[in-house]
């Protein structure tokens, strides 16, 4: 019997490119490993091509000629980040991963109900979660959360805060967070 997967469109994580420099090469050749459908802006293209990279779509504020075969090339005015995850979401798109140093919780929150999105810059992966989510990490372990509202009296069982918005595991076990003024808040972790 074949041990071949079979990929649906879409059904992969789309990756979007907005900084090369912020993810390195063996973090990128995990997130490649699936052969996502690759975004990025044309600044990126000759980075990418050096390192013998394919890409799927390039958005420009110029008018270029694809060097690829089967490259779409999208015009756009303003905001490559937003134009792009918008771009995924009316073509169907479940989840994307994001190269980017934009870790602004609300700048995503208009696309959160859409698409699942990951943001990975400098070694740490984040990722939206909602009220009630617990996840097993050995002790000693850090996470970064962003977004949780000062004034609320939220609750993270199994952390200790060590700093702002740094918190670390107590023991080996689950944690758990669980908050009310918010719908989502941004975890932080480093790549293993």
């Known amino acids: 019997m074949s041990?071949?997967?079979i990929v649906r469109e879409n059904q992969e994580p789309a990756l979007l490119i907005e900084d090369l420099s912020l993810i390195d090469e063996e973090d990128l050749g995990q997130l490649l490993e699936w052969s996502p459908t690759i975004v990025i802006e044309e600044e990126t293209i000759d980075l990418l091509d050096a390192r013998g990279y394919k890409f799927d779509i390039v958005f420009t504020k110029n008018s270029i000629?694809?060097?690829?075969?089967?490259?779409?090339v999208i015009s756009y005015d303003i905001d490559f980040l937003k134009v792009a995850i918008e771009y995924l979401i009316a073509h169907h798109y479940?989840?994307?991963?994001?190269v980017t140093e934009q870790l602004d919780i609300n700048y995503y929150s208009p696309?959160?109900?859409?698409?699942?999105?990951?943001?990975?810059?400098?070694?740490?992966?984040?990722y939206y979660v909602t009220t009630g989510f617990t996840k097993w990490k050995p002790a000693g372990e850090r996470i970064q959360i962003e977004g949780l509202d000062a004034d609320e009296k939220n609750t993270?069982?199994?952390?200790?805060?060590?700093?702002?918005?740094?918190?670390?595991?107590?023991?080996?076990?689950?944690f758990a967070l669980k908050f009310?003024?918010?719908?989502?808040?941004l975890i932080g972790e480093k790549i293993a």
């Not at 000629?65 to 779409?72: A, R, T, Y």
């Not at 479940?94 to 994001?98: C, E, G, L, P, R």
């Not at 009310?180 to 808040?185: L, R």
């Open 156 to 174: 993270h069982e199994g952390l200790i805060k060590i700093g702002d918005n740094e918190y670390e595991m107590e023991k080996d076990g689950l």
């Open 180 to 185: 009310s003024q918010v719908k989502y808040i």
């Open 65 to 72: 000629n694809g060097s690829q075969e089967n490259l779409k």
């Open 111 to 126: 696309y959160l109900e859409q698409i699942n999105i990951v943001l990975f810059s400098k070694g740490i992966r984040y």
């Open 94 to 98: 479940k989840a994307v991963n994001i």
């Open 3 to 5: 041990s071949h997967h």
